[in-house]
């Protein structure tokens, strides 16, 4: 049988799932391919051994070395960070390897000179495990939906601010803790600001929007919010309008330009988003031919992530075996279909908001706040105003009808300003009925 050796560098949550779904399901992978994919070689600085089970892998500290070993066919990095892995990375696509990367923030930021060096090369860089975790998303976005104009992508992109949510919102914990958790769990990045702050997402979605739209876009062009600023107030007064509070990215096709946003969103209860918990995600797709469709799965974690990254690898070993190398465009589109397209300012959305304003508790306050809101046309729905402690501000919280996002930012910015405002007014998107996944 022929064996396609696999040099792996960094040994982490993810690296460390990946040689165990090797091992684990070499026999079936045969079955399957009639290929041997053999970790041959692990280079990582971090650790002094393999686990046992590994005894046949050569463990080395040169990663340079590795990448330049003529038996290794495919290189797969997964240190994360852009660098070093952009280097090693760029000298495994000089040394004519294959790469397979789980590094979003690295793809994202990066992937021009990635994928340009690759093509120049001819070869593969896969990367199906840089968004969803173990979810097949890359490869059914770019083969399953080849036949579609992608009209919008809409989903829970990350484990972790999922997790926060979800047990912030099931069991009442505090935020910190809950981040701990997953820490311990190896659902954060290194950085878990990256996961809390939006960034994370904003990565995924560069990747999807790429592949979707054929498009050249950058985290600069994402209007990026993420969960720091969600307190246990907002979850309950959350669930009191009927909605569960999730981090989402969306992206709608306008045809001349593209949304382009991540944000806490609240998420009606029957929607089928609000119902995606703890670290699993989900991502929609609508297509011109398909109609709607739903990716499901953990979207983080040490062996569905280990998963995904060896049907890279076995997709590259399929392709150099069958003579067939770049069969497939790794961005979906042809390169020389990949260009510019407009970004869709957000100020020109509109959508329903939720507002929480911490205030003083005094006469006129919300005659005050609701006139700067009839000011610039915003109407509201309902009003709730909850406890009163001893001296302390109230949250006044309010659910508008649609309102623009340039008349809201307006409006809060003068509501923020006011005398007997004392913190900043939290602002969520409520998802709008018409926006429902069939
Ligand atoms: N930190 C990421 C998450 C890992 O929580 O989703 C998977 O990309």
Redesign the pocket.
């Known amino acids: 049988m022929k064996v396609i050796n696999v040099g792996l560098i960094g040994f982490g949550t993810v690296g460390s799932g990946l040689a165990e779904v090797l091992l684990s399901q070499k026999e079936r992978m045969e079955k399957r391919s009639g290929l041997t994919i053999r970790l041959a070689k692990v280079a990582d600085i971090a650790i002094a051994e393999l686990p046992p089970q590994f005894s046949d892998v050569e463990l080395t500290r040169d990663a340079a070395g590795m990448i330049n070993d003529p038996e290794i066919d495919i290189i797969v990095e997964l240190i994360g960070g852009i660098e070093p892995a952009k280097t090693f990375v760029m000298q495994a696509i000089e040394a004519g390897k294959h790469v397979v990367s789980?590094n979003?923030a690295l793809l994202s930021q990066e992937g021009k000179d990635i994928f340009a060096a690759a093509a120049a090369k001819g070869v593969e860089v896969g990367f199906e495990?840089?968004?969803g975790?173990g979810i097949p998303v890359i490869k059914g976005l770019r083969e399953g939906l080849v036949a579609n104009k992608i009209l919008s992508i809409m989903g829970i992109?990350?484990?972790?601010?999922n997790?926060i949510l979800t047990r912030m919102t099931d069991e009442g914990i505090a935020f910190d803790e809950v981040l701990k958790d997953?820490q311990e769990k190896g659902?954060?990045?290194a950085d878990p600001t990256?996961?809390i702050e939006g960034i994370?997402t904003a990565h995924?979605l560069v990747i999807l929007m790429t592949m979707a739209y054929g498009m050249n876009i950058s985290l600069d062009d994402i209007t990026i919010e993420g969960i720091t600023s969600i307190e246990p107030v907002d979850i309950e007064f959350a669930r009191e309008f009927g909605c569960r509070i999730k981090l989402l990215a969306i992206s709608r096709n306008h045809e001349e330009h593209v949304e382009a946003r991540v944000h806490p969103t609240m998420v009606p209860e029957n929607h089928l988003l609000a119902s995606i918990n703890g670290?699993y995600?989900a991502i929609h797709f609508t297509g011109d031919t398909v109609g709607n469709v739903l990716f499901y799965g953990q979207?983080?974690g040490k062996m569905p992530?280990g998963s995904a990254v060896a049907a890279d690898v076995m997709d590259i070993a399929r392709d150099i075996q069958a003579g067939s190398v770049g069969r497939v465009p790794s961005l979906s589109y042809l390169p020389e279909h990949i260009g510019p397209l407009g970004i869709t300012p957000i100020e020109e959305l509109s959508c329903p908001f939720y507002f929480r304003i911490s205030a003083k508790d005094v006469s006129g306050v919300l005659a005050e706040i609701s006139g700067i809101l009839a000011e610039h046309d915003i109407s509201i729905e309902s009003v709730l105003q909850k406890g009163r402690e001893e001296q302390g501000p109230v949250s006044i919280v309010m659910r508008t009808h649609t309102a623009p996002e340039a008349a809201v930012s307006e409006a809060i910015a003068k509501i923020d300003a006011l005398d007997v405002v004392e913190a900043p007014t939290v602002t969520i998107r409520i998802l709008e009925e018409e926006n429902d996944l069939e």
Do not use: I
């Open positions: 789980a979003k495990a840089s968004v975790g992109m990350n484990g972790t601010a997790y997953a659902y954060a990045e990256y996961d994370d995924k670290a995600n979207g983080a992530t």
